[in-house]
């Protein structure tokens, strides 16, 4: 089978494996029909974040289920299914906590390999979320949407549920990418009544106001604080929603909040330390982490896919067959698409 293989910062070639087999009970083996690029590949692409050369990579994709261990009982040989990232075990304390993204019982291997032609999944009882039919009954920007919800718009979610967004409020949105653009969706699914998204880039600044933003800031730093807070009348927003995850992104997050405010942080930490002090002196709540992908796609995301309440598909702005993978990680790089689809198998 071939999959997507890091070489070295910088270059990606696609390279011939072993068919992927089942090694535990607990497992899947899936045929992958769609795959994707992350903005947070970028970081070992880019030389920012160590990843042992020759690995494969990947982890958000669509599929059919072809094998399954013995253990795994809630999906079977022939489903289509969005495969997470988080592979909840479902009933560790964590899971039934709502945040398998933290999950207790988490198996070795199963993240990487998604931007391939098969994937072993672990933990596919409970993680896998079934999609009612098969990928021909949906049209091409429905299955972009399903692919969606294995990681980029969950994690835009678990921000805004995070922040507790609710009907009414303001929320400010830190990012532009395709997982700051999800949240801008996740706002509006949550009932805010306005949504302030800063973006400097202006094909991210359209797809944001389609989506649901209300205004948009370029400036950062203390020039985005004086926006927001001329927009907001000195007061602040409800809800702000994190997902760059630099120091001045959240110092900026905890300045633009409302005394009270929660901010929901998925950005993950690019800084060791962090000075949290001025959470204490304006009673701002700050929550978040990993997002809870199966829970929330279960729960919340798929019947708003389905019922056509959200399209979060549209942050796939360039398609690539495997085989283009190099071409697929580039664009992203250099900004040319927001995200990077991976065409495998069907329509």
């Not at 692409?45 to 795994?72: M, N, P, W």
């Not at 020039?223 to 995850?245: F, P, Q, S």
């Not at 389905?306 to 399209?311: A, D, M, Q, R």
């Amino acid at each position: 089978m071939k999959a997507a293989t890091f070489v070295e910062p910088g270059k990606m070639e696609v390279r011939d494996y072993d068919m992927s087999k089942i090694q535990q009970p607990t497992d899947a083996i899936i045929k992958i029909v769609r795959a994707c690029v992350c903005g947070s590949d970028l970081w070992w692409y880019r030389g920012l974040a160590k990843r042992e050369k020759g690995s494969t990579v990947g982890h958000e994709a669509i599929g059919i289920v072809q094998e399954v261990g013995a253990d795994v009982k809630d999906v079977k040989v022939g489903d289509f299914v969005i495969a997470p990232f988080t592979h909840g075990c479902g009933h560790c304390a964590a899971c039934l906590a709502g945040f398998d993204g933290d999950c207790m019982n988490k198996e070795a291997g199963g993240n990487g390999g998604y931007q391939g032609e098969y994937l072993r999944f672990i933990n596919a009882n409970w993680a896998l979320v079934k999609i009612p039919g098969q990928p021909e009954d949906y049209s091409d920007d429905m299955l972009n949407n399903f692919l969606a919800l294995a990681d980029v718009m969950a994690t835009g979610y678990h921000a805004a549920s995070s922040a507790e967004v609710k009907d009414g409020d303001t929320v400010v949105v830190m990012g532009d990418g395709a997982v700051g653009l999800s949240g801008v969706i996740s706002a509006k699914l949550r009932g805010a009544k306005r949504i302030i998204a800063m973006s400097r880039h202006e094909d991210r600044q359209k797809l944001a106001k389609e989506f649901g933003a209300t205004d948009i800031i370029p400036e950062r730093g203390d020039e985005a604080v004086e926006k927001v807070m001329e927009l907001t009348d000195g007061n602040g927003a409800d809800a702000v929603l994190e997902y760059v995850g630099t120091e001045q992104s959240v110092d900026t997050a905890v300045k633009v909040g409302r005394p009270g405010a929660i901010v929901g942080r998925v950005g993950v930490p690019q800084k060791p330390e962090m000075n949290t002090n001025n959470l204490f002196w304006k009673n701002i709540g700050l929550r978040g982490g990993v997002a809870s992908v199966t829970t929330d796609d279960k729960n919340v995301l798929l019947d708003a896919v389905l019922s056509g309440k959200i399209n979060p598909g549209k942050v796939f702005t360039k398609r690539f067959t495997l085989d283009q993978i190099q071409e697929a990680y580039e664009a992203m790089d250099k900004r040319t698409a927001i995200k990077s689809l991976i065409i495998l198998s069907g329509k």
